[in-house]
């Protein structure tokens, strides 16, 4: 069974920045496109970002250019850097390895002054 738990969230001004971490358990890493998403009060789940397992990346019309994803396969990690952060970024951010069905608890990132 997979499992992910997500950590790094917090609360931070206009314009500053976060590190997400998440860290995955039972599944061969290094295999699966792992992505995050996010959700905002009283809207859908959206994707943020992807990486695959070469290393090639997708993100969001709304975040590109301001937030970088990668990944430590030795670590099981992928992490979400998180520049220039606005208010429309407040949300709970999650990481899901692709075609898994598990979730993690989320962590809360709220952009505020």
């Known amino acids: 069974q997979v499992q992910l738990v997500e950590s790094g969230g917090g609360l931070v001004q206009p314009g500053g920045s976060l590190r997400l971490s998440c860290v995955a358990s039972g599944i061969t890493f290094g295999l699966y496109t792992m992505n995050w998403y996010r959700q905002a009060p009283g809207k859908q789940r959206e994707l943020v970002a992807s990486?695959?397992?070469?290393?090639?990346?997708n993100y969001a019309d709304s975040v590109k250019g301001r937030f970088t994803i990668s990944r430590d396969n030795a670590k099981n990690t992928v992490y979400l850097q998180m520049d220039s952060l606005k208010p429309e970024d407040t949300a709970v951010y999650y990481c899901?390895?692709?075609?898994?069905?598990?979730w993690g608890q989320g962590t809360q990132v709220t952009v505020s002054s």
């Open positions: 990486i695959n397992r070469r290393g090639n990346t």
């Open positions: 899901k390895a692709f075609e898994t069905t598990s």
